[in-house]
Nanobody, 126 residues
């Protein structure tokens, strides 16, 4: 399994930006789609963005389209989430996730996650 460690969370004012990073260990990173999910207090974990194993396809949740960008650097075994124009409703714990399906070109769903990171808190103040 891939082990994942997130970083980059913090407190930011509305309209600001943050970049989350997720460092992965293990040889399977380059074969794995990667994604970000988030969970706010009292709410279910929701899909934010994913990128397929080759980096050729990206997917976004409706609430973040046009504001967030997911990318990956296979040389560094790292996936990033650039978050711009942040809103208070973006406040949540953000989790990095690895696809359990090798070489999948598809969007990463909750049921497809093979490994989770520990999460990083993002708080957007109004």
């Amino acid at each position: 399994q891939v082990q994942l460690v997130e970083s980059g969370g913090g407190l930011v004012q509305a309209g600001g930006s943050l970049r989350l990073s997720c460092a992965a260990s293990g040889r399977t990173f380059s074969k794995s789609g990667m994604g970000w999910f988030r969970q706010a207090p009292g709410k279910e974990r929701e899909f934010v963005a994913s990128i397929n194993w080759s980096g050729g396809s990206t997917y976004y949740g409706d609430s973040v389209k046009g504001r967030f960008t997911i990318s990956r650097d296979d040389a560094k075994n790292t996936v990033y989430l650039q978050m711009n124009s942040l809103k208070p409703e973006d406040t949540a714990v953000y989790y990095c996730a690895a696809d359990s399906r090798p070489f999948s070109p598809l969007r990463l769903g909750l049921a497809d996650v093979g490994s989770w990171g520990q999460g990083t808190q993002v708080t957007v103040s109004s």
